[in-house]
């Protein structure tokens, strides 16, 4: 994932911002990111907004470093798969596509 990124030309804080992303969603599910699909992203997205009571700005930029996990770095074909269910503006709740 980080000569992915690095390829990428992305800078080194955003860098360290996407891999510690993806460490706390890899550290929830106790897996290696490379084991996780869509349902934990789902499932974690959900935690993220039920448990941990996050707005729902903050889950969508927390889902879309998560993201990277799966679109073009572990799983190129991960968005032909699946849709990242959308967090509603202005409120905690979301709808499962």
């Not at 969603?25 to 997205?45: D, I, N, S, V």
Request: hydrophobic share 35%; charged share 25%; with cysteine.
């Amino acid at each position: 994932m980080l000569n992915e990124l690095q390829r990428r030309n992305y800078a080194p804080s955003t860098i360290r911002s996407y891999l510690g992303a993806v460490q706390q969603f890899a550290e929830y599910f106790h897996r290696f990111p490379e084991l996780l699909g869509p349902a934990q992203l789902r499932r974690y997205q959900l935690y993220l907004l039920q448990e941990k009571k996050l707005e729902p700005a903050t889950v969508e930029v927390r889902i879309s470093r998560e993201e990277v996990i799966f679109d073009g770095v572990a799983r190129p074909c991960y968005r032909q798969l699946t849709k990242r269910p959308p967090v509603w503006k202005g409120c905690a709740a979301f709808r499962m596509s």
